[in-house]
């Protein structure tokens, strides 16, 4: 088992800025390729970015790519998204999750995560 926590989220004002952190423990976190996904009410769970287990290889979601940088620091277990110029759709709840996978693949189908976080709120005021 993983286990992940994120950070707490929070209401922040359009154009501005928040880093959301995920932990894990339980098992070697450099044997995951990571993911942040999102959901916002009354809709699907949404790929955002993900990272693969080096941290050499990452992948964006058009919405989000040249705003978002995934990151993360395996010595500390510990996955980053760092968001910029927010936006009013960006308001949804933030998850990350683990993809047990040793490679260069970023997987962005959220069916493939083997485990999840409990998600944070992001709220983004107009």
């Known amino acids: 088992q993983v286990q992940l926590v994120e950070s707490r989220g929070g209401l922040v004002q359009a154009g501005g800025s928040l880093r959301l952190s995920c932990a894990a423990s339980g098992r070697t976190f450099s044997d995951y390729a990571m993911g942040w996904f999102r959901q916002a009410p009354g809709k699907e769970r949404d790929f955002v970015a993900g990272i693969n287990w080096s941290g050499v290889s990452t992948y964006y979601a058009g919405s989000v790519k040249g705003r978002f940088t995934i990151s993360r620091d395996n010595a500390k277990n510990t996955v980053y998204l760092q968001m910029n110029k927010l936006k009013p759709e960006d308001t949804a709840v933030y998850y990350c999750?683990?993809?047990?996978?040793?490679?260069?693949?970023?997987?962005?189908?959220?069916?493939?995560?083997?485990?999840w976080g409990q998600g944070t709120q992001v709220t983004v005021s107009s």
């Open positions: 999750a683990a993809d047990w996978a040793r490679s260069m693949v970023v997987r962005t189908i959220s069916r493939e995560y083997d485990f």
